[in-house]
């Protein structure tokens, strides 16, 4: 790892540390290389004005969004509807690994905006070349968390494949995010399940928690089963995106009620470009001055309980529980950065 990449993790985990108690941190957006579109995705993006199913935003464009929307800093990760697969696993080793390396870059010139995370995918680059690319994010890069999505990529949450590469990051201190919802059949509770409870000193981000690109009536039984387990298994944490907002409320309040360690383990986050942050964060923002105005709440829990729902427990879900989880990773993964 070069100089360059220690300042850059010093850097931003400092300023984490000074911030986190009035940053607003996006934990899910997309951010691409316009450059890199082609084919079909390049000639759809300059074919239509309109909106499409995770349309392209630059590094830029998500800068505008996060000034508009009141947004600090955000995580990013490459957005998989911008990088097209072929029959080819070398190849889709290159085509994910330029993704990344346009997260790098952007995540080294803004290091007080951005928050540079990994994708690696088992199927489409072999089990050979995602562990490569997992060395490259976590040995050269600097990247803390690694992401994969079973979803879209369509694999099992809990295949040995993937048991093999949270094996990996585990050993390398990192963090795994996966993408996790209703939206297919690779990611249901049990198979989370099984990687919280095979790594449990390994801290493992369920995005969307529960939520992604299912219909409501299929997303019901996801979202009660993914509560309950976040309850059950310290080591998840869960952002809160492309889900239901009343499920997302009653996530809150429920882990608010529960306390430590649990009330620290969700965050917001918009999914951009599939969801729009000044949409998102304008709903998060009344959504806790309602939660804060306890007595008129419908929900009773909340009008039983005026005193859990402050200030400070709107700036855990808005920005500080990503701050803490990215210095506490950090801390554990290069100690000898932060002895002092």
């Known amino acids: 790892m070069n100089a360059d990449v220690i300042e850059r993790i010093v850097r931003q985990v400092n300023f984490l540390t000074k911030n986190k108690n009035h940053l ?40 505008r969004e996060m000034k508009m929307a009141g947004v600090d800093m955000a995580l990013i990760w490459q957005n998989p509807a911008a990088t097209p697969y072929t029959t080819d696993q070398n190849e889709n080793y290159n085509r994910l690994l330029k993704a990344n390396e346009y997260i790098y870059k952007l995540g080294q010139s803004y290091p007080e905006k951005f928050i540079p995370a990994g994708w690696t995918d088992p199927k489409a680059l072999g089990l050979d070349n995602a562990l490569k690319i ?31 590469i949270v094996d990996k990051i585990s050993k390398n201190k990192g963090i795994a995010a996966f993408h996790y919802g209703a939206d297919t059949t690779y990611t249901p509770a ?25 219909s409501y009536n299929e997303g019901e039984e996801l979202y009660n089963q993914t509560r309950e387990l976040g309850l059950k298994y310290p080591n998840l944490f869960f952002v809160q995106s492309a889900k239901r907002d009343t499920h997302i409320e009653s996530d809150f309040i429920t882990y608010i009620l529960e306390g430590k360690p649990f009330c620290k383990n969700i965050a917001c986050a918009s999914d951009a470009p599939y969801g729009r942050q000044t949409w998102n964060y304008g709903g998060y923002r009344m959504m806790f001055e309602s939660l804060q105005n306890s007595g008129e709440h419908t929900d009773k829990r909340v009008r039983n309980n005026p005193e859990a729902f402050n200030e400070d427990m709107q700036q855990n879900y808005m920005g500080r529980n990503l701050a803490e989880l990215i210095i506490d990773g950090y801390k554990i993964k290069f100690p000898q950065l932060f002895e002092n």
């Open 24 to 63: 607003t941190i996006d934990a899910d957006t997309h951010p691409t290389d316009l450059e890199l579109l082609s084919g079909s995705i390049l000639d759809k993006y300059n074919r239509t004005p309109n909106y499409y199913h995770g349309r392209p935003i630059s590094g830029d464009d998500l800068l």
């Open 134 to 164: 997992v060395d490259i994010f976590m040995d050269e890069f600097g990247f803390l968390v690694v992401k994969m999505n079973p979803a879209q990529n369509a694999f099992p949450i809990d295949s040995e494949e993937v048991i093999t």
């Open 190 to 214: 049990s198979g989370l399940e099984k990687i919280a409870r095979s790594f449990p000193d390994t801290r493992i981000i369920g995005i969307h928690m529960g939520g992604g690109g299912a």
